[in-house]
């Protein structure tokens, strides 16, 4: 069964063999994992850095990411800049980035 569109065709059949290779590829990789884990052992206390966290801390995004956000802090310094939570401002943005793409198909 195909369905014929203007650019091309369009075979379910083919998209559902794709959908099954691709499962049986995850299903293969999540195999391969680690045989020593057991639940309800000690492997499922949550740890950070090495360290048993003590009852009812929460650590925040903040927190575990922070090298990461070290890493890009120029970049998001920069982007910082263009920030002012004023919604017009971001509809201003839009409307600006719309005009250039519009004008990119357009011209091209």
């Given at each position: 069964m195909r369905l014929l569109t203007g650019e091309g065709f369009w075979s379910p059949l083919v998209w559902l063999a794709l959908a099954a290779g691709v499962a049986l590829l995850a299903w293969a990789l999540r195999s391969?994992?680690?045989q020593d884990y057991k639940r309800g052992t000690e492997q499922e206390?949550?740890?950070?850095?090495?360290e048993p966290m003590p009852e009812g801390v929460h650590v925040g995004g903040?927190?575990?990411?922070w090298g990461f956000v070290e890493a890009l802090r120029p970049v998001i310094d920069r982007l910082r800049a263009f920030h002012s939570g004023v919604v017009?401002?971001?509809v201003t943005w839009l409307v600006v980035m719309l005009a250039v793409v519009f004008l990119v198909v357009m011209l091209s």
């Open positions: 391969r994992g680690r206390t949550p740890f950070l850095s090495g903040q927190h575990m990411y017009s401002d971001y």
